[in-house]
């Protein structure tokens, strides 16, 4: 099995920072893509965030020059740096990676992690 763990969520004030992690554990011979995704309530999941294994990023409009994502490959893990955060960032934010599981796996999967809640309010 694979698990990817979300944390760093909260309460926020409008301009703040926060920043997520998301960390992949069990079967792994190597993770592809990573990507952050976040729903708000009534509306659809959206990509916020994605980076490459060579670490190629692209981001969302909505959150470029204000987000940035990164990752550990040693680790296994992955960070969202959010800044300047405004009270429409109020979402879910959930962790994606395609993961390749064993040598001989024929493909690449993608698993999800549980989300963590993040509020941007005054």
């Known amino acids: 099995q694979v698990h990817l763990v979300e944390s760093g969520g909260g309460l926020v004030q409008p301009g703040g920072s926060l920043r997520l992690s998301c960390a992949a554990s069990g079967t792994i011979f190597s993770i592809n893509a990573m990507g952050w995704y976040r729903q708000a309530p009534g509306k659809e999941r959206e990509l916020v965030a994605a980076?490459?294994?060579?670490?190629?990023?692209n981001y969302a409009d909505s959150v470029k020059g204000r987000f940035t994502i990164s990752r550990d490959n040693d680790k296994n893990t992955m960070y969202l740096q959010m800044n300047s955060l405004k009270p429409e960032d109020t979402a879910v934010y959930y962790c994606n990676a395609d993961v390749w599981e064993t040598y001989y796996s024929n493909r690449a999967y993608d698993y999800w992690g549980q989300g963590t809640q993040v509020t941007v309010s005054s």
């Open positions: 980076i490459t294994s060579g670490g190629r990023t």
